[in-house]
């Protein structure tokens, strides 16, 4: 089966940096997603990683290693705004298969 | 431009009776995907289009649920006889064929009374 795991919730300050971690089993890999997702609203996608290693855009960078089925996702400069779910995903073939989510609080 | 746009936002059932779920993609946009996404969960792939074809159908839950896309643009997602169960936020998304990003819809929340 497929298995897509994050942490539940994180909390972390104003202006300070965070690492989310996703650890995958899949059947087939055709590369792995970050989607934030603000309460009520669609996802947004904020980067894609294939092959391994970091793929930095502004204050989001995403590392990837496929050989230990593990990706991060690294928000820098962390704003209020930043307060969402943070999903990973990863595609297998024509399907994407996500994780539970991680909510981010970010506190002043 | 116009983004992904879904019809109705909100949808209230009873049970046993028959939706219909709508997804405008973006303009050329080849694939779209329909989601089924519960609360405090993330998003569970339901089918993929590439234009018209349904090339992957194999996370719809049951035989109740049924999508189509018969001019390659515009989607439907149709539940019958709906359940409690299926209550739940459906998400559209789309992307084009060089480009992985998926574009998401607001989603359609639907309520099973």
Same mark, same amino acid.
């Given at each position: 089966?497929?298995?897509?795991?994050?942490?539940?919730?994180?909390?972390?300050?104003?202006?300070?940096?965070?690492?989310?971690?996703?650890?995958?089993?899949?059947?087939?890999?055709?590369?792995?997603?970050?989607?934030?997702?603000?309460?009520?609203?669609?996802?947004?996608?904020?980067?894609?990683?294939?092959?391994?290693?970091?793929?930095?855009?502004?204050?989001?960078?995403?590392?990837?290693?496929?050989?230990?089925?593990?990706?991060?996702?690294?928000?820098?400069?962390?704003?209020?705004?930043?307060?969402?779910?943070?999903?990973?995903?990863?595609?297998?073939?024509?399907?994407?298969?996500?994780?539970?989510?991680?909510?981010?609080?970010?506190?002043? | 431009?116009?983004?992904?746009?879904?019809?109705?936002?909100?949808?209230?059932?009873?049970?046993?009776?028959?939706?219909?779920?709508?997804?405008?993609?973006?303009?050329?946009?080849?694939?779209?995907?329909?989601?089924?996404?519960?609360?405090?969960?993330?998003?569970?792939?339901?089918?993929?289009? &590439?234009? *018209?074809?349904?090339?992957?159908?194999?996370?719809?839950? @049951?035989?109740?649920?049924?999508? %189509?896309?018969?001019? +390659?643009?515009?989607?439907?997602?149709?539940?019958?006889?709906? &359940?409690? *169960?299926?209550?739940?936020?459906?998400?559209?998304?789309? @992307?084009?064929?060089?480009?992985? %990003?998926?574009?998401? +819809?607001?989603?359609?929340?639907?309520?099973?009374?």
């Amino acid at each position: 089966g497929q298995n897509i795991d994050q942490p539940t919730e994180m909390t972390a300050t104003e202006g300070a940096i965070v690492q989310i971690n996703c650890t995958y089993q899949t059947s087939g890999f055709n590369g792995l997603f970050w989607y934030q997702q603000h309460a009520g609203e669609a996802p947004t996608f904020l980067s894609y990683n294939v092959l391994d290693g970091l793929e930095e855009k502004g204050r989001f960078s995403s590392f990837l290693s496929r050989s230990k089925g593990y990706s991060y996702l690294l928000l820098k400069e962390l704003q209020m705004k930043d307060s969402a779910s943070y999903l990973c995903a990863v595609r297998s073939k024509n399907q994407f298969y996500f994780g539970t989510g991680t909510s981010l609080t970010v506190i002043p | 431009g116009a983004g992904v746009s879904q019809s109705p936002r909100y949808k209230v059932a009873k049970r046993g009776q028959d939706v219909a779920l709508r997804c405008d993609p973006i303009s050329g946009h080849v694939s779209l995907f329909w989601y089924q996404q519960a609360l405090g969960q993330g998003p569970e792939f339901l089918t993929y289009f &590439q234009n *018209e074809a349904q090339l992957d159908k194999s996370g719809l839950p @049951s035989d109740r649920f049924f999508a %189509e896309r018969p001019e +390659g643009s515009v989607s439907t997602l149709k539940i019958q006889r709906t &359940q409690q *169960e299926d209550s739940a936020v459906y998400l559209c998304a789309s @992307s084009t064929t060089r480009n992985h %990003e998926q574009f998401f +819809g607001p989603g359609t929340r639907l309520t099973v009374l």
